[in-house]
């Protein structure tokens, strides 16, 4: 692989933020697709699954940036480390907003044979 000047791949700058944005929303996105499913199994991991499709999307991502199928700089580690950021936060942000629904919703004191 062919070192790049820092210049060239800043650490603040508009791409950083552009991943960190899009792998915030894919979390959120297939976070959401898993938590409508009628799967209890998905429901209950929706956090993780919308977490790894996202990583996988931004691998996915930075592998064709590799390959050259876009017209960008090539492959960058700073750029994994910005779908990671965006990914983490979608997380957090996810975990706080489950736990504050699962604090106002009522929990059923006894068993429904219904």
Same mark, same amino acid.
Not at 26 to 40: G, Q, W
Not at 45 to 49: E, F, V
């Given at each position: 692989m062919?070192?790049?000047d820092e210049g060239a791949?800043?650490?603040l700058g508009a791409d950083k933020f552009y991943h960190i944005l899009m792998c915030f929303s894919?979390?959120? *996105?297939? $976070? #959401?697709?898993? +938590?409508?499913? %009628?799967?209890?199994i998905l429901r209950r991991?929706?956090?993780?699954?919308g977490s790894l499709l996202s990583?996988?999307?931004?691998?996915?991502?930075?592998?064709?940036?590799? *390959?050259? $199928? #876009?017209?960008? +700089?090539?492959? %960058?580690?700073?750029?994994?480390?910005?779908?990671?950021i965006g990914v983490v936060l979608a997380s957090l942000a996810l975990s706080l907003f489950r736990s504050k629904t699962s604090l106002s919703r009522p929990h059923p004191q006894g068993i429904s044979l219904v």
């Open positions: 062919v070192e790049k791949d800043p650490w894919i979390t959120l *996105l297939f $976070y #959401f697709l898993a +938590s409508l499913t %009628s799967h209890p991991h929706a956090i993780s699954i990583l996988l999307a931004g691998a996915a991502k930075e592998a064709a940036d590799h *390959l050259g $199928y #876009f017209r960008s +700089s090539g492959a %960058s580690f700073k750029d994994a480390i910005a779908d990671i």
